[in-house]
């Protein structure tokens, strides 16, 4: 079997560079869900297995991995997993239904549900075949580009377990916050607790980079985020760097992306994270103002301009560089990848980034 060591040599460190706010030649891209649905050999690889147990196929996450970098020129890769491996983790029950997408039979209800929740969990025993995954990945990779390991952040873990699937309002575990503030708060810290162990344990397999994904912040006004949101995302990243230090491993730069939590820019770029990701609906010029050069900033095309025709792609990403500049950010689509968008866009978007940015650094 592959060991955490002895990785092969990193030939592209263009996003990480840029993550660490160092000097570019140009842009590096990536797209969140870039290992999908929209790929046919995706589909087919996956054709018939269960979402969750190609989670625990070490090999199976390694190819759905690498499929998108044998046809793009991606500048990272990012682990195949889901957010809710850490429910899971925890002892709850999580089904992917097809259709309907992830299912929880058995949601908390009320605090006493809590007991439920396994008060310690073995994160080696419980996620060890996603360190596996990383380690077999690092190694296939062959050093092409980085890796990127991830989490969910705590209020979006939170949101599922308590509503049991997706919800466009999020009122029964926001009905938590207000009702059961204390229980959130003991919800959120035993996730953090463990979000913080899986985290280093990716490191330990060989994540060159981290991403936190707090999908539901849109769910949250500026008050509640504030409560419930950042003072764990802040934790973590804290957390996270200081474990890394004592155990004399290389810290990795790592992203926070809070999706449509625009209200929280200013605080997210003061949370010890490198880089922030943004969602659509923030104009870039703006954000770069409103962060004020402390982190590096990734996203944040409209996933839909993906349907645009490829001429058209070349025009909003040529916009979206040249409003963020071409130091210092990382591009990405301001969500994911939607399973009817087609492969050849994706390319030209990839393209059209590396292009036009190296163009705008040549007219310096």
Request: net charge neutral; aromatic share 10%.
């Amino acid at each position: 079997p592959f060991s955490p060591k002895d990785f092969p040599k990193l030939k592209n460190d263009t996003f990480l560079r840029a993550a660490r706010g160092e000097e570019t030649q140009h842009v590096p891209v990536w797209c969140m869900r870039q290992a999908g649905r929209y790929l046919p050999e995706f589909r087919e690889a996956r054709a018939g297995k269960d979402f969750f147990e190609t989670c625990r196929s070490p090999e199976a996450c390694c190819e759905l991995t690498l499929q998108p970098l044998r046809r793009f020129p991606f500048d990272a890769a990012i682990i195949f997993c889901d957010i809710l491996v850490v429910p899971q983790a925890l002892g709850m029950e999580v089904l992917m239904v097809p259709g309907k997408g992830p299912t929880f039979p058995e949601p908390l209800k009320e605090p006493e549900d809590l007991v439920r929740l396994s008060p310690q969990v073995d994160v080696a025993a419980e996620l060890g075949y996603v360190f596996k995954a990383i380690t077999l990945t690092r190694h296939k990779l062959e050093g092409k580009v980085p890796l990127i390991g991830f989490t969910g952040a705590p209020w979006t873990l939170m949101t599922y377990m308590i509503e049991g699937a997706g919800s466009p309002t999020m009122s029964k575990a926001k009905r938590w916050l207000y009702r059961h503030p204390e229980a959130s708060h003991k919800l959120l810290r035993q996730l953090t607790d463990v979000i913080v162990e899986y985290l280093l344990g990716q490191v330990n397999a060989g994540a060159q980079a981290l991403q936190v994904f707090e999908s539901h912040a849109g769910c949250l006004g500026p008050v509640q985020f504030n409560e419930f949101a950042l003072p764990y995302l802040r934790d973590i990243a804290r957390r996270v760097k200081e474990k890394l230090k004592e155990s004399g491993l290389d810290t990795v730069p790592m992203i926070v992306f809070a999706k449509d939590a625009h209200y929280a820019l200013e605080d997210l770029s003061q949370s010890h994270y490198e880089v922030v990701g943004l969602d659509w609906t923030v104009d870039p010029k703006e954000a770069r103002e409103r962060t004020g050069g402390r982190v590096s900033l990734q996203g944040n095309m409209d996933p839909c301009g993906l349907y645009a025709p490829k001429e058209k792609i070349g025009e909003i990403v040529k916009k979206m560089v040249e409003g963020f500049g071409t130091q210092r950010y990382i591009a990405n689509l301001g969500h994911g990848l939607y399973p009817d968008m087609d492969p050849d866009h994706v390319g030209a978007f990839v393209e059209a980034v590396h292009s036009q940015s190296k163009q705008l650094q040549e007219q310096k």
